[in-house]
């Protein structure tokens, strides 16, 4: 089973590639919203034409157009079109939890700990000198706890 963190391989970027992705966009909306091409013109600000054509590979959607799916609809709905250039879209809030970035964390700020404690004392100038590797440990170990008391809300309720 695929891991649900890591992007497939996407197809090559091409006005052909582009068009189809756009297309399965929206007429994946206009299924599952039960809106006509028209409905979804009068959410994005465009005509029902553009819609039309865009929905059946005719015509691309101006770029303002295309963020107003995002904006209307949710960003993860535009996930198709950004597979094209092998990304996804996430709200500015959004952070990374990466279980695969955890170790190199938290042994970075043990490294840092190791080297800064074999004098028996830190000093000011070490962490300067260490201040990557503690924001790092910093984010790594909050992540982690931000996760915890998630699960512990979760088996509280």
């Known amino acids: 089973m695929p891991d649900a963190h890591v992007l497939s391989d996407h197809p090559p970027l091409h006005h052909n590639s582009y068009r189809a992705s756009v297309a399965a966009v929206l007429n994946a909306l206009k299924a599952e919203f039960g809106e006509s091409d028209q409905d979804v013109a009068d959410r994005l600000g465009c005509s029902a034409t553009t819609v039309n054509n865009a929905c059946n590979k005719r015509g691309n959607l101006d770029p303002v157009t295309l963020l107003k799916i995002g904006k209307e609809y949710g960003l993860?709905?535009?996930d198709t079109v950004m597979g094209l250039i092998g990304g996804k879209l996430a709200g500015?809030?959004?952070?990374?939890?990466?279980?695969?970035?955890l170790p190199v964390g938290a042994a970075r700020g043990q490294l840092f700990l190791a080297e800064a404690l074999?004098?028996?004392?830190?000093?000011?100038?070490e962490i300067l000198a260490g201040?990557?590797?503690?924001?790092?440990?910093y984010e790594t170990f909050g992540n982690l706890k931000w996760r915890l008391d998630g699960l512990r809300r979760e088996r509280a309720a």
């Open 131 to 137: 201040a990557a590797d503690i924001e790092l440990a």
């Open 92 to 101: 500015q809030d959004a952070f990374c939890t990466s279980d695969e970035r």
């Open 76 to 78: 993860h709905r535009l």
């Open 118 to 125: 074999a004098d028996k004392r830190i000093d000011d100038h």
